[in-house]
Every structure is written in structure tokens, then in C-alpha cells.
């Protein structure tokens, strides 16, 4: 993902992967996470970020659009 300074538009963009690929790697969810000011969420050595949220996010629509407009994941219950 390119991110661009729209304060300074002469300025390159700074690419950030969507999914971390190495460790320590910053990710466009961390770079924004960060930028804004927002904690990450963690308890013990368990964490949630913008990056653990998107998956959940993604999956969500998807089952979503399954459900209502394709007719399929049907919920068990008469």
C-alpha cells in the first residue's frame, strides 16, 4: 500500500506491505495505527492492531455477502 504526505504533494509516497513479510517489519495497519495515535490492544503476549483487525474485517464481508446475496452460509436455526 503507497501512502502519500498530501501536505507535501512534491514528495514521494512511502510503500508499506498489507501483511508483514519480515520481523519488524512495518505495516501500512501499523504505519496508520501509529500516525493516529492509537494503542495497540494487547493483554499478556497477546495483541490486536489495525492489522490483526482487517483480517477479521475482511472475513466478516465476506461471510456477509455469502449469506445475503449469494444465498449460501444459511444460519442452523428454523
Not at 503476549?45 to 455477502?65: C, F, H, K, P
Amino acid at each position: 500500500m503507497e501512502l502519500k504526505n498530501l501536505d507535501d504533494c512534491s514528495g514521494p509516497g512511502r510503500s508499506f506491505p498489507v501483511y508483514p513479510g519480515r520481523a519488524g517489519e512495518t505495516t501500512a495497519g501499523t504505519f496508520i495505527q501509529e500516525l493516529l495515535g492509537v494503542p495497540t490492544a494487547s493483554r499478556g503476549t497477546a495483541r490486536v492492531g489495525l492489522d490483526e483487525l482487517y483480517s477479521t474485517v475482511v472475513a466478516l464481508r465476506q461471510n456477509t455477502i455469502a449469506s445475503e446475496f449469494l444465498g449460501g452460509a444459511k444460519d442452523p436455526t428454523p
